[in-house]
């Protein structure tokens, strides 16, 4: 059973940088895609980046383009989120989700595994 654990979350000042981890355990993790969401209180989850299985394709929400990159390292099982410029408007519990196969890249129900989310707190 595939296991997602994501990590760096925390409060930062508008401006400053975060960077979320995701170990991805108990699977091949070169054959998932890989995707971050964001949950704010009151609000929808909602899709923030995705990167394919390769690594050849990487894919943003348009509020966060620019300012967030998405990587991964299959060596290490991980998927990474650098967030920079980072805005009050960032603040969200933020989930990692694995999907075997993407058709939108940005639906929820595409991912197969999430992990338990990390929150991050941007204070103005």
């Known amino acids: 059973q595939v296991q997602l654990v994501e990590s760096g979350g925390g409060l930062v000042q508008a401006g400053d940088s975060l960077r979320l981890s995701c170990a991805h355990s108990?699977?091949?993790?070169?054959?998932?895609?890989m995707g971050w969401f964001r949950q704010a209180p009151g609000k929808d989850r909602e899709f923030v980046s995705t990167?394919?299985?390769?690594?050849?394709?990487?894919y943003y929400a348009d509020s966060v383009k620019g300012r967030f990159t998405i990587s991964r390292d299959n060596a290490k099982n991980t998927v990474y989120l650098q967030m920079n410029s980072l805005k009050p408007e960032d603040t969200a519990v933020y989930y990692c989700?694995?999907?075997?196969?993407?058709?939108?890249?940005?639906?929820?129900?595409?991912?197969?595994?999430w992990g338990q989310g990390t929150q991050v707190t941007v204070s103005s």
């Open positions: 989700a694995a999907a075997r196969i993407l058709h939108t890249l940005v639906a929820s129900t595409e991912y197969d595994y």
């Open positions: 990167i394919k299985r390769s690594g050849g394709g990487t």
């Open positions: 108990g699977g091949a993790f070169s054959t998932y895609h």
